[in-house]
């Protein structure tokens, strides 16, 4: 069983960078795809960017090469870089990760299917 605990949302203006990480507790490195999905008001939630196991990556188009995620496997973080942000990535980002699905899958998973979840960490981006 896995815990998500994000962290480092905040607001900045449009072109600014942000780092969110997420803390997980029990061995969910070796094991676990793990990923951040977003929320923005009046949408559905939606993947961002997965990290399986091995360490490969996928992207949502709307944030490739403006995101970047990776992990720190000593200490069981897992962490999004966010470049040139913009006003449309206004939302809330969850940590997510999932014991059964490859990091491709995770990416493109209904939420409702994906086993772990963190509480949410908020990010505005003005123009």
């Known amino acids: 069983q896995a815990q998500l605990e994000e962290s480092g949302g905040g607001s900045v203006q449009a072109g600014g960078s942000l780092r969110l990480s997420c803390a997980a507790s029990g061995d969910t490195n070796n094991r676990y795809s793990m990923g951040w999905f977003r929320q923005a008001p009046g949408r559905e939630r939606e993947g961002v960017a997965s990290i399986g196991a091995d360490g490969r990556t996928d992207y949502a188009d709307s944030v490739k090469g403006r995101f970047t995620i990776s992990k720190d496997n000593a200490k069981n973080i897992v962490y999004l870089q966010m470049n040139s942000l913009k006003p449309e990535d206004t939302a809330m980002y969850y940590c997510?990760?999932?014991?059964?699905?490859?990091?491709?899958?995770?990416?493109?998973?209904?939420?409702?299917?994906?086993?772990?979840w963190g509480q949410g960490t908020q990010v505005t981006v003005s123009s």
């Open positions: 997510v990760a999932d014991e059964g699905r490859s990091w491709w899958l995770l990416l493109r998973s209904r939420p409702d299917n994906i086993d772990y």
